[in-house]
T-cell receptor, first 111, second 116 residues
Framework: DAKTTQPTSMDCAEGRAANLPCNHS???????VYWYRQIHSQGPQYIIH???NNETNEMASLIITEDRKSSTLILPHATLRDTAVYYC????????????FGSGTRLLVRP | GAVVSQHPSRVICKSGTSVKIECRSL??????MFWYRQFPKKSLMLMAT?????????EQGVEKDKFLINHASLTLSTLTVTSAHPEDSSFYIC????????????FGPGTRLTVT
């Protein structure tokens, strides 16, 4: 079973920030938070991951609450090409490396 | 990021035949590859984990005799759907990772299988 809860769908205007929430209230101390996205009919794409601290890369920022029970993925200036399903996944860094996908959030970026 | 390819991208086969899907990591050595299937408007479902040189580990409910997985080299894993039936029609996606890239999995573009 997926260990995360995400809204089914969201939308935002092009050029605005997209803030995608994720609840992971049962996260363990050794589990990381990962974000992937899947554009229609393509394979998923890695976006970002974090453990406790906030993270930023060229694609997005990841804000993790202090209790680690939730996080937010931020796309600072959404474009039409960011329309996709966004998956928040928690995973421990054990040897299996398995990713278990939940339902994700379908983000629609409006012109 | 690293590149993972799949071949073919689309395949149509007749019921009862077998079809092989290839997954290749093009620019790194993938010690571990994964196979997923995805039905329309649904999320990805992990089918099996494939470690180079050893037998695949299948998720609960996935028939290992129906979905044969081979990972003979560090750059190639294959999924063979044996005696395919229409209910096997799906989008099959592979991913690859290695010990040095533990935080990132690279996904292939997917293979759409249609069984008639």
């Amino acid at each position: 079973d997926a260990k995360t809860t995400q809204p089914t769908s969201m939308d935002c205007a092009e050029g605005r920030a997209a803030n995608l929430p994720c609840n992971h209230s049962t996260i363990s101390g050794n589990e990381y938070v990962y974000w992937y996205r899947q554009i229609h009919s393509q394979g998923p794409q890695y976006i970002i991951h974090g453990l406790k601290n906030n993270e930023t890369n060229e694609m997005a920022s990841l804000i993790i609450t202090e209790d680690r029970k939730s996080s937010t993925l931020i796309l600072p200036h959404a474009t039409l090409r960011d329309t996709a399903v966004y998956y928040c996944i928690v995973r421990a860094m054990d040897s299996s490396y398995k990713l278990i996908f939940g339902s994700g959030t379908r983000l629609l970026v409006r012109p | 990021g690293a590149v993972v390819s799949q071949h073919p991208s689309r395949v149509i086969c007749k019921s009862g035949t077998s079809v092989k899907i290839e997954c290749r990591s093009l620019d790194f050595q993938a010690t571990t590859m994964f196979w997923y299937r995805q039905f329309p408007k649904k999320s990805l479902m992990l089918m099996a984990t494939s470690n180079e040189g050893s037998k695949a580990t299948y998720e609960q409910g996935v028939e290992k005799d129906k979905f044969l997985i081979n990972h003979a080299s560090l750059t190639l894993s294959t999924l063979t759907v044996t005696s395919a039936h229409p209910e096997d029609s799906s989008f099959y996606i592979c991913s690859a990772t290695s010990r040095g890239r533990a935080h990132e999995q690279y996904f292939g573009p997917g293979t759409r299988l249609t069984v008639t």
